[in-house]
């Protein structure tokens, strides 16, 4: 599974990214699951309480303070999911390594655990005011903090206006304090 399709399936049928984003009520988007890098003919068959139940597990990873709590939530996913690795031989001439699980209803934990795990210090929840959505930082300087540009804009504006406000407020409170002191 790639990192993108962890993002998408917490985003959109987790629990907290819905309830914060005032979508708790509204219909999953059905059509998304296909982008989750799950075989689509078994991606149809998973249920939305399915999904939300799976991005409700992985969220907490998302959330998680440090890298410490990161790699054990994700080891706690991997032995739930029955992850096993295995050799497969393609053509005959060469293998290459693969993961198995014993029932394909462990298949997307373990997928999900798998991409996690290779990401644990990349992983971070929105910033942005009124928003739970998580992320794969890719940025080069590793320091990101919102989910998207529009969340990054809405807090930039948000300060600006802060600053534009206090700087009012002590500009008011001056010209009062002088007309005060004549």
């Known amino acids: 599974m790639e990192p993108s399709s962890l993002v998408l399936l917490v985003n959109e049928w987790g629990t907290r990214p819905r309830a914060v984003a005032g979508e708790s009520g509204l219909p999953y988007v059905g059509s998304l699951r296909l982008g989750l890098g799950i075989a689509p003919s078994y ?3 998973l249920s939305d309480r399915a999904l939300a139940r799976l991005a409700d ?3 907490p990873v998302f959330a ?3 890298l410490r709590e990161r790699a054990r939530l994700v080891t706690e996913l991997l032995a739930s999911s029955g ?5 497969v031989a393609a053509d005959g001439e060469t293998a290459r390594a693969a993961w198995a699980v014993d029932t394909a209803t462990h298949a997307p934990t373990a997928a999900a655990a798998l991409a996690l795990r290779d990401h644990l210090d990349r992983l971070g929840v929105c910033t942005g005011r009124d928003c ?3 992320f794969v930082d890719t940025s080069p300087t590793h320091d990101r903090r919102f989910c998207s540009v529009t969340c990054q804009n809405r807090a930039r504006v948000a300060a600006f206006r802060r600053r534009a406000r206090t700087a009012a407020g002590s500009k008011n409170g ?3 304090s002088t007309e ?3």
């Open 43 to 45: 991606a149809r068959r």
């Open 180 to 182: 005060g002191d004549q």
């Open 57 to 59: 597990r992985l969220h």
């Open 64 to 66: 998680a303070s440090g």
């Open 174 to 176: 001056r010209a009062a």
């Open 132 to 134: 739970a959505d998580v």
């Open 83 to 87: 992850v096993r690795p295995v050799s």
